[in-house]
């Protein structure tokens, strides 16, 4: 999947772009094999788990096809992505301040992919995205998938938490991704990562990531980390019809307090040199 940024390698240096971003800004995609797994919903109140604890946390929704952050939280942005690749706008522009704690940078929805920029643009959306070196966590929601967009992202990422349901095809999409990221990834520091959305019991949550996780360690010889699970909550569906998050409703439902269990382990994952924003940008767009 790289090889879409090789085009640029001949002309493009980071030090030419002036990137020179030293804050450990920590970049994690959320993804999932399949759509209607809850991916962005776990995306976006991840993000505001970890505002709570005093992070400044931007959720950039990375979908250019069915983009939805700004949905599941009631908002209309007037700007987005789309603004910013075509030189429209700049990130400044279009980055929207939220009441939950949070800032978002909304989708393209209806764009193509990010082999299909141009080297102007492809420039351009580096530099804006390396403003956002002042956030402590980039929490980047993906398409559902295995698009060269969504695998590009991941390979770029820090971190890499992909999302599940107890639902066969879910658990043998979530496996699909995974195989590609094993393919595909040239990133060796990537940590990935399994939640389990919409258990029941523990019992479910625990035979479904040891499942994924021994066949991937069995064929495909990749670490898959069991992150957590996320209990099935009346309040979830409540809060998407009302464009609310459910952490920003009920802080001590049962999914809230599964996602503030996730995040309290994620923050227990010790920091790894070559991360951050300029690191991010290099591997995304395989810059040297």
Do not use: W
């Not at 090789?6 to 094999?33: A, C, P, Q």
């Not at 043998?172 to 990562?193: C, F, M, Q, R």
């Amino acid at each position: 999947m790289v090889d879409q940024a090789e085009d640029l390698k001949t002309f493009m240096r980071v030090k030419d772009l002036n990137i020179e971003s030293n804050k450990r800004t920590r970049v994690i995609t959320v993804s999932s094999g399949k759509g209607g797994v809850g991916k962005t919903n776990v995306a976006v109140n991840l993000g505001i788990a970890f505002s709570k604890l005093g992070k400044k946390v931007i959720v950039m929704d990375a979908d250019l096809g069915l983009a939805n952050v700004n949905v599941c939280l009631g908002i209309i942005p007037k700007y987005n992505l789309f603004h910013l690749i075509k030189k429209q706008k700049m990130m400044k522009d279009i980055i929207i301040d939220t009441k939950f704690g949070i800032q978002i940078v909304a989708g393209a929805s209806g764009f193509s992919k990010i082999a299909n920029l141009s080297d102007d643009e492809r420039r351009n959306l580096i530099r804006e995205i390396d403003t956002l070196s002042y956030a402590d966590i980039i929490i980047v929601d993906t398409g559902a998938g295995v698009s060269k967009n969504v695998i590009s992202f991941i390979m770029a990422a820090d971190e890499a938490i992909i999302i599940t349901t107890p639902e066969p095809t879910a658990i043998t999409d979530a496996y699909g991704i995974i195989k590609i990221i094993a393919t595909e990834v040239s990133n060796p520091s990537l940590d990935i990562k399994l939640v389990v959305n919409r258990i029941n019991s523990y019992s479910e949550g625990r035979k479904v990531a040891e499942r994924v996780i021994n066949i991937a360690g069995q064929f495909l010889n990749i670490k898959v980390d069991n992150l957590g699970f996320i209990f099935e909550d009346s309040l979830v569906s409540q809060s998407v019809i009302k464009q609310t998050p459910f952490l920003y409703v009920d802080e001590n439902s049962k999914a809230s307090m599964s996602i503030k269990h996730i995040v309290s382990r994620l923050e227990g994952i010790r920091y790894k040199e070559g991360s951050g924003i300029k690191n991010f940008l290099i591997r995304l767009f395989g810059l040297k």
